[in-house]
């Protein structure tokens, strides 16, 4: 994992936080399973655009996805051709189909993670009449995800630098177990302290968690209607059977 989030000045990136979480959660399931082949095909254009509105570096996007893609390409476009039952070009372009809609489901994730700064989800939340302790739970582990995975991406090179054998085959699945243990005990130990680490800041700096703070003006735009828009006229496509 990685931190997605890219600042940049854009319509997309200016969009109220519950736009584009509630738009992201229509859009996801229309396009993986519900909308037929030609309005995907609206649905993958229309990505574009979103990709191509928020002036996000194609090359950095491609680099943030390409390790789900590719495999998701070459995985389901081999189990088509295994295991349906039509003619070889039929069951490779119903495998392409298919990867593409779940490559299109990915792409959408990571693109709301790049356009929304972990401050939106408590502020969102804040806005939704939601605690805010919620809130600021969901955006310290959205934000520390990456530190976490740097930390045990060091502890497991440092085993290796003091002679670890730690790759998995058939021939060390019975030191497994010890392995996996020598592993999580400085993981857990490393996680602790960053959590106690936090804990002391957010003390420091005079945080209560039941007390009332200033909640933001809650402030819709013009794309924020006009992705509302867009996003429910596909589902009512969709339902009126297209």
């Known amino acids: 994992m990685k931190d997605f989030y890219i600042e940049k ?6 969009l109220n936080f519950w736009t584009k979480f509630i738009c992201l959660l229509l859009l996801m399931p ?20 979103l990709l191509l509105i928020s002036k996000i570096n194609l090359k ?27 003619i070889l070009l039929n069951r490779l372009i119903e495998g392409l189909l298919l990867s593409t809609r779940f490559i299109i489901l990915i792409c959408f994730g990571v693109l709301f993670a790049m356009i929304t700064n972990p401050i939106e989800i408590p502020t969102g939340m804040l806005k939704a009449k939601i605690p805010h302790k919620y809130g600021i739970t969901v955006m310290i582990a959205f934000r520390m995800l990456p530190l976490i995975s740097q930390k045990i991406k060091n502890i497991i090179d440092a085993q290796r630098a003091r002679g670890a054998k730690l790759k998995l085959s058939i021939r060390t699945l019975p030191e497994l177990i010890p392995r996996f243990i ?26 209560n968690p039941d007390s009332r703070i200033t909640i933001p003006p809650n402030k819709f735009k013009t794309g924020d209607y006009a992705l509302f828009l867009f996003s429910g006229a596909l589902l009512v496509w969709i339902s009126i059977g297209f």
Do not use: C, Q
């Open 30 to 49: 229309i396009s993986t399973f519900l909308a037929p082949t030609k309005l995907f095909l609206v649905i993958v254009a229309f990505f574009i655009v």
């Open 182 to 207: 020598s592993l999580m005990v400085p993981i857990l130990h490393s996680t602790l302290n960053i959590s106690v680490e936090i804990s002391d800041t957010l003390i420091s700096r005079g945080y």
């Open 9 to 14: 000045t854009s319509i997309i990136h200016n």
């Open 60 to 86: 950095k996007f491609w680099d943030a996805t390409k390790f789900y893609n590719v495999p998701i390409i070459i995985s389901i476009t081999l189990l088509a051709l295994l295991f349906s039952h039509n």
